[in-house]
């Protein structure tokens, strides 16, 4: 792989610049990708952005740029996409720095600013050599994503296709998924949970059968449906829902008949439970009835000692005295039938006898 020093200055730089869905983003004449399949989208805040336009009205030297040769001519930009887009975008009159736009500026402050000298490095090789230093370089400045790294490898069609409907700010799997769904769209957290769903977990087993296919209309008519479930199935919108593996419950519930006035009762039920510790694993117990989701509170280090101070150190069941380090509390009513986590309803019992009581 070789890398060479590229000179060029601002006004190079943003040379027939051009933001749009269906060529991308481009500068430099039109012959740098400013935003290639592995790049996110811009997601700078002002302060950031503001920063770089000063560094370069004031002289200062910006951090170092690096592009790909793609050998036909034209580049793809490695490392640099959010400096290079808020240069552009100044220059564009997208928005102004301390009240004033760049056509506000002086001309000898435009002059400097256009005539700034950039240092980029230009690199050319096999793509799995750009993208290993890619993945070098990037550890200094903000971390890809390990789905915006996924991106690079299968970078295709496919993935093109995906980042319409899952990776731009409002997108239509924000639109239709925002209750449901934590991350943010733009880090392509969107995209990488639909694709865990439709994979049972396989990302990178689907991303690469899928590489060439020509959309993801398979993806995005998958998670509409796993939508559409969730909101039939759980009629009640709450702020526990976001997060939740609605994928995996659609994937093993999906043709069962469910009653979604007896589910919303019982989840209302379930919220009140002060037993009940994690509440967004109510919709996994709803269906399942596996009370680890719902990390039923346990009863505290005074609770268990007074109970095996009144039981004089013997098991509830089987009466053989033991150290406490060898006993655990036990609901005498199970929670499932009503029982509190309460000293009332605590029992200390040896291992082996609470092991036996939970298996029946």
């Known amino acids: 792989m070789e890398v060479v020093l590229k000179e060029l200055q601002v006004q190079d730089l943003v040379s027939q610049y051009e933001d749009n869905d269906e060529d991308g983003v481009r500068g430099y004449f039109g012959k740098l990708d400013i935003r290639p399949p592995y790049q996110r989208n811009f997601v700078y805040k002002k302060e950031q952005r503001n920063a770089v336009i000063e560094t370069i009205l004031k002289g200062f030297p910006l951090n170092v740029m690096y592009w790909a040769d793609r050998g036909d001519g034209t580049y793809e930009i490695i490392d640099g996409q959010q400096r290079t887009i808020s240069i552009a975008q100044y ?8 009240g004033l736009y760049f056509d506000n500026q002086p001309k000898d402050i435009q002059g400097n600013l256009l005539e700034y000298d950039l240092t980029v490095y230009v690199c050319s090789g096999t793509d799995s050599e750009k993208l290993e230093w890619f993945r070098t370089i990037n550890i200094a400045g903000e971390e890809l994503t390990n789905q915006e790294l996924r991106n690079a490898v299968y970078a295709g069609s496919w993935v093109s296709d995906a980042k319409r409907y899952f990776s731009k700010t409002g997108c239509p799997a924000y639109q239709i998924g925002q209750d449901y769904l934590k991350g943010s769209p733009i880090r392509q957290k969107f995209l990488e949970t639909a694709i865990k769903w439709i994979s ?148 200390m019992l040896c291992k082996k006898d609470n092991l036996m009581k939970g298996s029946k």
């Open 200 to 347: 049972n977990g396989n990302i990178e087993d689907y991303m690469g059968m899928h590489q060439s296919v020509e959309n993801a209309e398979e993806l995005w008519g998958y998670y509409r449906s796993v939508i559409d479930w969730v909101e039939k199935t759980f009629t009640e919108k709450r702020s526990i829902m976001k997060g939740v593996a609605w994928g995996d419950l659609y994937n093993h519930y999906k043709d069962e008949t469910l009653d979604p006035d007896e589910i919303e009762s019982e989840i209302a039920r379930l919220i009140m439970d002060d037993d009940v510790t994690r509440q967004p694993g109510i919709y996994s117990y709803i269906l399942d009835r596996d009370e680890k989701h719902l990390n039923i509170r346990t009863f505290s280090k005074n609770i268990k000692q007074r109970v095996y101070e009144k039981q004089n150190g013997k098991c509830a069941m089987c009466n053989e005295k033991f150290d406490m380090k060898k006993m655990e509390a036990d609901h005498i009513t199970p929670w499932v039938e009503g029982g509190k986590t309460e000293e009332s309803n605590c029992q």
């Open 91 to 98: 220059v564009e009159g997208d928005f102004s720095v301390d």
